[in-house]
């Protein structure tokens, strides 16, 4: 008679041994009885704990019967499974790295998700939120081929700079990003995702000064919503911001050039139309440079021969 004709049967069973085979049972009983209220693990392996509760049941057993008999007898495969859910960390409330995580100040945006509840048109006056994935490998392991040698060091670091979107929660940290960046990785970036909110305004111009040095920046995305800056007040109770044209660091962001995309979300109409048109336009071409210096000797202009000059030099003091 199997199990899934009568479930019952086997959990009958399970508690009562068959009257036939009572000195296999007792036997069995016996050894399990000591593990009943223990928490260390029991001398048994995983073939013989099966071949107890199939001898001391007599009876077709699941597997899931099997598992329970088990548990029922030892409390510590009860403990086992349930430490993942006990001891299990929860991401939602973990955002530090380890300290010795090299070039920290510069990685903390590399692993996160841009996913903001102000996508769109819908305003949000509090902090986005996002989803912390922490499912990448160690930085210093991700970048261990640098070290190999400088020829790969030269080639690969644009590479992992070009590739990866960094992500920042605030201004504070866009400036922090940018400043523990040395200026050879700074120019390779190309994606940069950032929030822009009335409470962290002190940074900003310091922040799209570097912002506009990063020479290869294609993509940016920003997180501003108008009505939240509309809202702040000076002393007098008065609008600090009227002017959404005249907000911190406005002006130094919207001469930034050169950007492939300029992406904005949240409630921002005006921001969009004032800061898009003028950032995606092309980079003003750098004029070429005039070859050798040159002197002026009475108003006329002439260029300067070095090795010419020298050679002179030599002559009249050999004569």
């Known amino acids: ?103 920290s100040g510069l990685f903390f945006a590399l692993t996160r998700s841009h996913e903001t509840n102000t996508d769109g048109n819908i305003g949000h006056r509090g902090d986005p939120t996002y989803t912390a994935k922490l499912k990448c490998r160690p930085l210093t392991e991700i970048l261990a081929l640098l070290q190999v040698n400088k020829q790969i060091y030269q080639e690969a670091l644009p590479v992992f700079y070009s ?11 866009l400036d922090k990003l940018l400043k523990c960046a040395s200026e050879s990785r700074r120019k390779h970036i190309g994606h940069i995702i950032f929030n822009y909110s009335p409470s962290d ?4 111009s310091s922040a799209f000064r570097l912002l506009k040095t990063v020479e290869h920046l294609r993509k ?18 008065e609008p600090a911001y009227p002017d959404l044209e005249k907000l911190p660091g406005l002006a130094t962001l919207r001469i930034i050039r050169g950007l492939k995309t300029v992406t904005f979300h949240g ?50 003091k050999q004569g």
């Open 1 to 103: 008679m199997s199990a899934e004709q009568h479930p019952g049967a086997v959990q009958e069973a399970m508690d009562q041994p068959e009257a036939g085979d009572d000195g296999l049972a007792t036997e069995i009983t016996n050894a399990v009885q000591p593990w009943a209220c223990r928490n260390d693990k029991p001398p048994f392996s995983a073939e013989e704990l099966v071949v107890m509760a199939l001898a001391w049941t007599q009876a077709p057993m699941t597997e899931l019967c099997i598992a329970q008999w088990i548990t029922d007898r030892f409390p510590y495969y009860v403990q086992l499974a349930c430490r993942e859910i006990f001891e299990s960390v929860c991401l939602d409330y973990l955002f530090g790295y380890p300290s010795s995580r090299s070039k």
């Open 267 to 316: 409630d921002c109409e005006k921001l969009r139309a004032y800061l898009v048109p003028e950032m995606t336009k092309p980079k003003s071409k750098k004029k070429a440079s005039t070859g050798a210096k040159k002197r002026t000797v009475d108003g006329d202009s002439e260029r300067v021969d070095t090795k010419s000059t020298l050679r002179g030099v030599t002559r009249k």
């Open 220 to 237: 940016l995305d920003i997180t501003v919503d108008e009505s939240a800056w509309l809202d702040v007040k000076n002393r007098k109770g």
């Open 163 to 173: 590739v990866n979107t960094f992500i920042c929660y605030s201004i504070h940290e």
């Open 201 to 204: 305004t002190q940074p900003a």
